[in-house]
């Protein structure tokens, strides 16, 4: 899985690519603790290059919604209709 990162302002972009499942997850969580914990408050998730999201993907979501709860936002965006379903 690719996983690609930029900053608009005081927002962080992260755009994966690929399937969201098991195995991809793992290093999509990495990224995305790697984020919070260098203190990013403004996460905007990508999903336009993402083809399928299993419930790992979905835990990795919730794991970072949950850490910036009270203390920042998470925004999900480009979820095609095979993603917008699972959610």
């Keep these: 899985m690719d996983i690609a990162v930029s900053t608009q302002d005081d927002v962080t972009v992260v755009a994966p690519t690929g399937v969201l499942d098991g195995k991809a997850a793992t290093t999509f969580e990495r990224k995305l603790v790697e ?16 083809s399928l999201v299993t419930s790992a993907g979905i835990r990795a979501l919730v794991m970072a919604a949950k850490r910036l709860r009270g203390s920042g936002a998470l925004a999900l965006c480009g979820l095609s209709p095979q993603v917008k379903g699972v959610f």
């Design 35 to 50: 984020l919070l914990d260098a203190k990013t408050t403004r996460l905007v998730i990508d999903l336009t290059k993402v």
